[in-house]
């Protein structure tokens, strides 16, 4: 089966520690992205690659650093520099940037105590 | 005010009811539009793309009216399990990639 695979479902972190956060997809798609969902908002980009070995910042970067190296793989890294980190992180894919469809993972909760 | 617009609800109907969403959006160089319905504490997921022709899938009918900048989602026969949010998504594909996703609107059918 193909699709996007987010790990832990659930994360617990204690405040001044970094944590990363895993997302895989097996769809052959060139673009991923990270988004992050407080209650009652919209989804929010954090980062997007179009393709291996290059991302941009989305439009709340700050306290997040992410990865490219394979293109099944787009790990985030939430830093204890993001200073309000409780949140629902969505992984999605795509063919390619801009007008295609987006895959979404199952999702990591992440709570920081 | 935001770039994409919803209202939040909730949405509370019958079953079998007929309802409509509304989705406002600022930027006329916006080029892709879908819907995307999102099950509470799950991940959303695509109901359907929108046309400028208009489309229609089963129930769902999703319209487009790029004069007014804005999409529409109505759902006809309400069932018990269209309960969900529904976020209305909003692709600018020139000056840079940009996705915007509304905050959803609230539905609940009952019986």
């Known amino acids: 089966d193909g699709g996007i695979t987010q790990s832990p479902k659930y994360l617990f972190r204690k405040e001044g520690q970094n944590v990363t956060l895993s997302c895989e997809q097996n769809?052959?798609?060139?673009?991923m992205y990270w988004y992050r969902q407080d209650p009652g908002q919209g989804l929010r980009l954090i980062y997007y690659?179009?393709?291996?070995?290059?991302?941009q910042k989305g439009d709340i970067a700050e306290g997040y650093s992410v990865s490219r190296e394979k293109k099944e793989s787009f790990p985030l890294t939430v830093t204890s520099a993001q200073k309000n980190p409780t949140a629902f992180y969505l992984c999605?894919?795509?063919?390619?940037?801009?007008?295609?469809?987006?895959?979404f993972g199952p999702g990591t909760r992440l709570t920081v105590l | 005010r935001k770039e994409v617009e919803q209202d939040p609800g909730p949405f509370n109907v019958p079953e079998g009811a007929t309802v409509a969403f509304n989705c406002t959006y600022s930027?006329?160089?916006?080029?892709?539009f879908f819907w995307y319905r999102q099950d509470c504490r799950k991940e959303p997921k695509l109901l359907m793309s929108?046309?400028?022709s208009g489309n229609e899938d089963g129930r769902f009918t999703a319209q487009l009216n790029r004069a007014s900048q804005y999409i529409s989602l109505l759902i006809r026969d309400s069932k018990l399990s269209d309960s969900a949010t529904y976020l209305c998504?909003?692709?600018?594909?020139?000056?840079?990639?940009?996705?915007?996703f509304g905050a959803g609107t609230r539905l609940f059918v009952k019986a």
């Open positions: 930027n006329s160089a916006s080029q892709s």
């Open positions: 999605a894919s795509s063919i390619g940037i801009g007008s295609n469809e987006q895959f």
């Open positions: 929108v046309y400028s």
């Open positions: 769809l052959n798609h060139d673009a």
């Open positions: 690659s179009q393709i291996v070995n290059d991302f």
């Open positions: 998504v909003v692709n600018r594909g020139t000056g840079g990639f940009k996705t915007i």
